[in-house]
C-alpha cells in the first residue's frame, strides 16, 4: 500500500465551486505540504505544516486554505475555485526528527476547473 | 530570493547514451537533493548531497555537488528507456525546499 495517498486522483469542478482535497500518510512523519505543479512553473509550495497544531503559508497560499484533522492527515481547500488553479496538486510528508528535508510525495491530484 | 536553475529543460537521447544535467544557483545551499518524477505519479528522492565537491553514485547514475554549494550536477551512464522522466533539483533554503523547474529526459530505444 501507498504511504502517501491523495483523493480524489482527478478532479472537474467549475468556477466558483467549493472544493476539497485530502492527504493520507502512513509514515508516521510530523511534517506534511501541498504543492501545486503547473508546465513550466515547476513545484510550488501552497501550505505546510510541522505539527497538528501549527500550519503555515507557503509561496502561493491564495485562494487556499488547509486544515490538519491528524498528524496523518492534511486537506487542502479552494473555497472559491477559478480556472487559474487547473494544475496538478501534491501532498508530501516528512520527518522532522530525522531527514526534515526529504519529502515524500503522494501520487497527485490533477484537478481542471472549467 | 533563492532559485535553482536547471539545464537543459529538455534532452531527448538515444539507449545507451550518456548524459549530464545541471542544477545551478547564485545562492548557497546547506544540501541539494535530486529527485524524478514519472508522468502520473509524484517524484521520488533519489540522493541528497550535503558536503562541497561530495560525489554520490546510486547504480548508472552520478550525483555531484559543486564546491561552493551552489551547483549540482547528475550524469547517467548508458541511460535506458526506465531513465525517462522529469529530473527535479531542490535545494534547502529559508526553512523549506527550493524546486528548480526540471528536466525532462525522454530515452528512446
Known amino acids: 500500500d501507498a504511504d502517501v495517498t491523495q483523493t480524489p486522483r482527478n478532479r472537474i469542478t467549475k468556477t466558483g465551486k467549493r472544493i476539497m482535497l485530502e492527504c493520507s500518510q502512513t509514515?508516521?512523519?510530523?511534517?506534511m505540504y501541498w504543492y501545486r505543479q503547473d508546465p513550466g512553473l515547476g513545484l510550488r509550495l501552497i501550505y505546510y505544516?510541522?505539527?497538528?497544531?501549527?500550519?503555515n503559508k507557503g509561496e502561493i497560499s491564495d485562494g487556499y486554505s488547509v486544515s490538519r484533522q491528524a498528524q496523518a492527515k492534511f486537506s487542502l481547500s479552494l473555497e472559491s475555485a477559478i480556472p487559474n488553479q487547473t494544475a496538478l496538486y501534491f501532498c508530501?510528508?516528512?520527518?522532522?526528527?530525522?531527514?526534515?528535508?526529504?519529502?515524500?510525495f503522494g501520487p497527485g491530484t490533477r484537478l481542471t476547473v472549467t | 530570493t533563492q532559485l535553482l536553475k536547471q539545464s537543459p529543460q529538455f534532452l531527448s537521447i538515444q539507449e545507451g547514451e550518456n548524459l549530464t544535467v545541471y542544477c545551478n544557483s547564485s545562492?548557497?545551499?546547506?544540501?541539494l537533493q535530486w529527485y524524478r518524477q514519472e508522468p502520473g505519479e509524484g517524484p521520488v528522492l533519489l540522493v541528497t548531497?550535503?558536503?562541497?565537491?561530495e560525489v554520490k553514485k546510486l547504480k548508472r547514475l552520478t550525483f555531484q555537488f559543486g564546491d561552493a554549494r551552489k551547483d549540482s550536477s547528475l550524469h547517467i551512464t548508458a541511460a535506458q528507456p526506465g531513465d525517462t522522466g522529469l529530473y527535479l533539483c531542490?535545494?534547502?533554503?529559508?526553512?523549506?525546499?527550493?524546486f528548480g523547474k526540471g528536466t525532462k529526459l525522454s530515452v528512446k530505444p
Open positions: 548531497v550535503v558536503t562541497g565537491g
Open positions: 509514515k508516521g512523519h510530523d511534517r
Open positions: 545562492s548557497v545551499f546547506s544540501s
Open positions: 505544516s510541522f505539527d497538528v497544531k501549527d500550519i
Open positions: 531542490a535545494g534547502v533554503g529559508q526553512g523549506n525546499l527550493i
Open positions: 508530501a510528508t516528512s520527518d522532522g526528527d530525522g531527514r526534515p528535508y526529504e519529502q515524500y
